[in-house]
Structures are given as structure tokens and as C-alpha cells.
């Protein structure tokens, strides 16, 4: 019986020193402002090391396009995303955010519930900061670099690829559902103290919501007709700037006169929404790390990030920042896409491996009674011919294409960098 070779466990070393390392912001500032520079250059400086010793740079190459249009198509479903969460913010105006009560929540209760059982320990471990957004990329980031130390299956472009594919997807699906059906945020007061909108109504929703919202008299007549009966006169008009050709967006924005005179600024101030935005976006980041990291590492580090997806779904229901539901959905729907997207790249071995793995037996037998015939005959089935051996001599001249490798890690740090500063407040 062949026993599978031991896994390295420096990557689940690395990735807990820096969630560990990560927290002393909390307990002991001084500590966490020396010892995270060091521990960056340290992960940088071991991956600019090991560049020169990588062999697998021409699948690499090959993963480059697909990677790009992962980057690209999740960036533009960030952008949808984000006219998306500023929409359901504003529609309704300040007026609604004030007065719609939140949404009852049995898994709040529950927390809360268990603050009075368990231990305060216990309680106020779940209660601790220890994992965030931007640690869950952060831990993808090792996950994609350690292919330079073969611990996880190359290429690395091929598993950042499909990790922004699925994020993508999930973003999208993600808007599409909280923009289908708007509800009232966990925190009421966080519109009025984040946003700047009108506080009336968008004309939209002036006539087929405000005077349907509390009488039920008129709701029960607006089922009945299947029409808008109300008269509500001349509605009342938004401010509109002057955004050019992108003016279009006024109606899906709503600007102030305070807000600045572009929609790339207005945009950058919606942030997380103050709305139930369902599914939990932090959620979906958390579950997909989770994911990655099981399918390319496993081990004993995948039982520990699921460990922290799971506080961190806590946390996000204990603070409001999220119903329970939001964090449920965000859970299963994660796992499903990630599932889904094998197709990008996948742990699991190639098809010539695995028509190797069932003719082996016939294939050491051939060996032994000194068949070449046989052995070559084997061989072709499984596609293994001259051209690919000449491709896999041809590594070392491969390894002398500077280029591609310099600009590959100088592009993979400039990003680890941005997750780094857009994402250090969670």
C-alpha cells in the first residue's frame, strides 16, 4: 500500500502566525506594529526566493488569460454590486430607514441567550475581533503563493482565477436577490449616520409604495385590482447634476448637492449598505477561502479557517451587522458555487494520470516480461508520446524567461498590497 506523501505544514503555520500576529492590535499595539511588517516581509521575501526553483511557469502562462477575465468580470460585478447597494439605500429615502423597525431574529436571540449560559471566557472569545475580511483574503493569498513551494496543485493563476469566477458569481447573485425585495437594516441608524440621500421617497416608489405602505385597507384593494389607484399628484423631483453620458444613473443613485459632482465619488462612499443586503458578501469571501483552502491544502489549517468562518458568521449576527439569514444563505451558497466551478481548476488529478492509474497494473507487467511493444502501445492510449517529453525538457529554458515571472510576482504583490489597504478595516 502507498501511503501519501506528508503534507508541509508551513502554510498552516504561516497563516495562523498571521491571524495571530493580526490580533495583538487588540492586546498589545506595540507588538502588532513590529511584529506585522516583519512577518510581510517575510512571506514576500520567501516567494521572491523560491521564484528561480519554480517549474510549472508555462502553465502559468497558460492560466494568465483566464485569470485577467476572472479579474476583469469580478470587478464588474463589484461595480454592479455597488450601484446595487446605493440603490436600495436611497429609494426609500431617509424617512424609511428611521422608521422601519428590524427584522426579528431567532439566531440573535440565541447568542444572546448563550451569554448568560456559557462561561464569560467563552463569551468573550466569541465576542473577539479575531477574523476579518480582510484576513480571509489574506489567507487566499497564501493559499495561491504556496504553488511556489508545490504545496498546492499549480497553477496558482488557475485556482486565483477560479476563486474570482465564483466570487463573481456570487456577487451578482448577491445584488440581484437584495435589490429584488428591499428590507430593514439590522442597525436603523445606519443610514442616516452613513448616507446622504433625499429623504423622501424616489418618484418610482412615490405612487406604487408610500400610500400603500400602512393602510392595510389599501393594500388589501391594490391585491385585488393588480393596479396603482392612488392619486398622488405631481411627484416630487430629485436633484440632478451633470454626469454626461453616465447621467443615466441618477435614477438608480440619487445625489445630493453634498455628495460631489461625480458618481465614481458618490459610489466609493457606499461601502458595505445599511440595508439587509442578503446574503452576507463577508460571508460569501469567508465560505470561498474556506473552500479553496480545503479542495488545495486540507489538512488540519482547513478544519481551523472553517473554525473561523464560522465565528466570524457569529460575530456578524451578534454585532447586527447581518441577520442570521444572511450568514445561512451566504454559508450554503458559497459551498454550491465553489462546487460548481471545478471546471477552472481542480485538485483533482488529469485525465492522463488517472488512465495511468488504471492500466499501471498491465503496464508493470509489460515491464517485467520485457514487452516494449506492449509498454509503447500503453503509453500512446494514454496520450504520453515524444512531444510531451520534449515539452517537459524544454522547463529549464523556460526558467530562464525572466519576464513573465518578475512581472507575475510584482503584479501579485501590488494586489496583496491593495487587499492590504482597501480591506484593513474590514
Not at 181 to 195: D, E, G, H, Q
Amino acid at each position: 500500500m502507498r501511503w501519501p506523501a506528508a503534507r508541509p505544514a508551513g502554510l498552516g503555520f504561516a497563516a495562523i502566525s498571521y491571524v495571530a500576529i493580526d490580533y495583538l492590535r487588540y492586546v498589545s499595539p506595540t507588538w502588532h506594529s513590529r511584529l506585522q511588517p516583519v512577518l510581510w516581509f517575510l512571506l514576500a521575501l520567501v516567494a521572491i526566493v523560491r521564484i528561480p526553483f519554480y517549474k510549472h511557469w508555462n502553465a502559468e502562462f497558460r492560466a494568465a488569460i483566464p485569470f485577467v477575465a476572472s479579474m476583469v468580470f469580478m470587478l464588474s460585478a463589484l461595480l454592479f454590486e455597488a450601484l446595487s447597494v446605493r440603490f436600495v439605500t436611497a429609494v426609500l429615502g431617509l424617512d424609511w430607514h428611521r422608521n422601519a423597525p428590524p427584522l426579528p431574529d431567532t439566531g440573535q436571540w440565541l447568542l444572546l441567550a448563550l451569554n448568560e449560559k456559557l462561561p464569560q471566557a467563552v463569551v468573550d472569545i466569541l465576542r473577539a475581533h479575531i477574523i476579518g475580511l480582510h484576513h480571509f483574503l489574506m489567507l487566499f493569498m497564501m493559499l495561491a503563493f504556496s504553488v511556489l513551494f508545490d504545496s498546492v496543485k499549480a497553477p496558482g493563476f488557475g485556482l486565483g482565477a477560479r476563486y474570482m469566477f465564483t466570487m463573481a458569481i456570487g456577487r451578482l447573485l448577491r445584488a440581484i436577490t437584495f435589490v429584488s425585495t428591499i428590507l430593514p437594516s439590522a442597525r436603523p441608524w445606519c443610514a442616516r449616520s452613513r448616507f446622504s440621500v433625499p429623504e423622501y421617497p424616489h418618484h418610482w416608489a412615490q405612487k406604487y409604495y408610500v400610500p400603500y405602505a400602512s393602510n392595510d385597507n389599501a393594500i388589501s384593494q391594490l391585491i385585488k385590482q393588480d393596479l396603482a389607484y392612488v392619486d398622488i399628484g405631481e411627484p416630487i423631483v430629485d436633484y440632478r447634476p451633470d454626469w454626461g453620458k453616465m447621467s443615466f444613473l441618477i435614477n438608480f443613485l440619487r445625489p445630493t448637492t453634498v455628495e460631489g459632482s461625480t458618481w465614481y465619488s458618490l459610489l466609493k462612499k457606499a461601502g458595505g449598505g445599511c440595508n439587509d443586503l442578503i446574503y452576507s458578501g463577508h460571508m460569501l469571501v469567508a465560505v470561498l477561502t474556506a473552500m479553496a483552502w480545503t479542495e488545495a491544502y486540507g489538512g488540519f489549517s482547513s478544519a481551523l479557517v472553517w473554525l473561523l468562518v464560522i465565528h466570524s458568521a457569529q460575530r456578524e449576527i451578534r454585532e447586527r451587522h447581518h441577520y442570521s439569514v444572511d450568514c445561512v444563505v451566504a454559508i450554503y451558497v458559497g459551498i454550491l458555487l465553489w462546487k460548481m466551478t471545478g471546471f477552472i481548476w481542480s485538485k483533482q488529478a488529469d485525465r492522463k494520470l488517472t488512465k495511468l492509474e488504471k492500466i499501471q497494473s498491465r503496464l508493470i507487467q509489460a515491464a517485467k516480461d520485457s514487452d516494449i511493444d506492449e509498454v509503447r502501445e500503453l503509453l500512446k492510449d494514454i496520450g504520453l508520446t515524444n512531444e510531451d517529453s520534449k515539452n517537459q525538457t524544454a522547463t529549464a529554458k523556460e526558467q530562464r524567461a525572466w519576464l513573465f515571472p518578475c512581472l507575475t510576482m510584482f503584479f501579485a504583490l501590488v494586489v496583496v498590497t491593495l487587499s492590504f489597504v482597501w480591506t484593513s478595516d474590514g
